[in-house]
């Protein structure tokens, strides 16, 4: 069985909030600070699949970065998706955070209480 991951941005409430509840459970974990250690367009498209979304699902389109590269007008398409996970991969600032792996092989984008409680 895989270790539980966090691609963790420190900076986040959202993030640290994630982290701590991992921390008070007792669970063992791989901290991974994403914007330091960017996830390949591989990783990102298993990503996905694990999470059940698509692309433009974990962007965070207000980013100053998003704004530049104008994905607010991008198609969301099954034929630009690969547009999609590229950017995320080039600009990891825009993937949304903290997305959690947990060992038993489920995914969460951990930001709200439903799924901060799946992690307890």
Avoid at 2 to 20: D, M
Avoid at 72 to 94: F, G, M, N, V, Y
Wanted: hydrophobic share 35%; glycine share 4%; aromatic share 6%.
């Amino acid at each position: 069985m895989a270790a539980t991951e966090i691609w963790h941005n420190p900076k986040c409430s959202k993030s640290r909030t994630a982290k701590g509840v991992l921390d008070e459970s007792g669970t063992d974990y791989i901290e991974r600070r994403y914007l330091d250690n960017p996830p390949s367009a591989t990783e990102i498209r298993s990503a996905l699949t694990k999470l059940g979304l698509e692309p433009w699902d974990i962007t965070r389109t207000a980013e100053p970065e998003a704004k530049e590269l104008g994905v607010s007008t991008w198609a969301k398409t099954p034929a630009d998706r690969d547009r999609w996970i590229e950017a995320l991969a080039t600009h990891p600032r825009l993937i949304q955070r903290p997305i959690v792996f947990t060992a038993d092989g489920r995914a969460f984008v951990a930001r709200d209480t439903a799924s901060l409680d799946e992690l307890r």
